[in-house]
């Protein structure tokens, strides 16, 4: 790990007055689980790393009303067990306790779940000079690939973005609060993210210089869930996730939104599949037909066809859960 600086900001505005202009030269440090990481494989070297710990009182609240305001400090442990999120968003407390083990929970912030970098094992390995850090090409592309994107169109790299909060929060109508030199701004959760192919490209819109404060979801009432499937319930990464939200109104399903994950290097917001139940009943029959909608277009590599119909399932155990179905599969 190269030697770096080390500043404990006091408040969000001296936060990001300590950030450079640029990719690179500095680091935000909250829980650490990526960063760290990061510093130890030579991909992030910065020379300053802006600590957020102090922080932790006025961003790592949870505030429910008619709208709901989660710090970008809020342990995802909090998140997860905290009661009225439980209740008004079951998709998002799930996706919060399936994050790594209990050690990665209690360090683990929102914030940094959102923003966390790709774990592609070329990306992370530091002697391949990928195209994410000035290489030639993507070396998934022709490589071992098997975790990778199956939605690749026009993506010169194939990574899959590695968040489980955002699906949800994505179909939830999520906003998240931002701030820079330039003051504040928010960004919908829906055009947060970015497919990044040079190193001075992130998986998110944000400039070097600039931080999330926190999030905020409106409360419409939406029935909602999250599904992933894995190759184990233990500590490991999702092959694929959905997430839906809909509103039930005489058993007809309205205002849906389906959001997939872990398919393409950005959460890809299936509206096909949205529109194959949109003012329908939510039956075996109808998620199934949102599921098979939802993986229409897959450009597959060579090694991650079989994610074609782990996103089929995910979606439509998505819709059955949030439309309170039985969990069979569980049974």
């Avoid at 770096?4 to 969000?12: D, G, L």
């Avoid at 179909?171 to 970015?194: E, M, S, W, Y």
């Avoid at 233990?234 to 058993?251: E, F, H, N, S, T």
Wanted: glycine share 10%; with cysteine; charged share 25%.
């Amino acid at each position: 790990m190269k030697n770096f600086t080390y500043y404990r900001a006091t408040s969000p505005e001296q936060a990001v007055s300590l950030l450079d202009g640029r990719w690179g030269p500095s680091e935000l440090l909250a829980g650490g689980t990526d960063l760290l990481d990061l510093q130890k494989e030579y991909v992030a070297q910065p020379d300053i790393v802006v600590s957020l710990r102090d922080l932790t009182g006025t961003l790592g609240k949870i505030d429910v009303g008619d709208t709901v305001t989660i710090g970008a400090l809020a342990k995802l442990a909090e998140i997860a067990e905290h009661a009225e999120l439980r209740k008004l968003f079951p998709g998002l407390t799930t996706a919060a306790g399936d994050v790594g083990g209990p050690q990665i929970r209690n360090m683990g912030t929102l914030g940094g779940n959102l923003c966390q970098r790709n774990r592609c094992w070329y990306f992370r390995d530091e002697g391949v000079d990928c195209l994410l850090k000035g290489g030639p090409k993507c070396f998934a592309l022709d490589g071992e690939n098997r975790y990778h994107a199956v939605f690749t169109q026009g993506h010169k790299c194939v990574i899959v973005n590695p968040s489980t909060l955002a699906p949800v929060l994505i179909a939830l109508g999520a906003t998240a609060d931002v701030i820079g030199p330039k003051g504040k701004r928010q960004v919908k959760l829906d055009k947060f993210f970015h497919a990044p192919s040079t190193p001075q490209e992130r998986e998110h819109v944000l400039q070097p210089n600039e931080m999330v404060t926190a999030v905020t979801i409106p409360n419409k009432g939406l029935k909602n869930a999250s599904y992933e499937v894995r190759h184990k319930q233990a500590y490991d990464w999702p092959l694929v996730q959905a997430a839906a939200a809909l509103k039930l109104d005489g058993g007809k399903a309205g205002e849906v939104q389906i959001v997939l994950g872990h398919v393409a290097p950005t959460p890809t917001v299936a509206e096909d599949a949205a529109k194959a139940v949109e003012g329908k009943d939510i039956t075996e029959e109808s998620a199934a037909a949102a599921g098979k909608a939802a993986a229409a277009g897959a450009k597959p590599l060579a090694q991650t066809g079989y994610k074609v119909k782990l996103i089929e399932v995910a979606v439509k155990r998505a819709l059955l859960t949030a439309a309170g179905q039985k969990k069979y599969w569980e049974s």
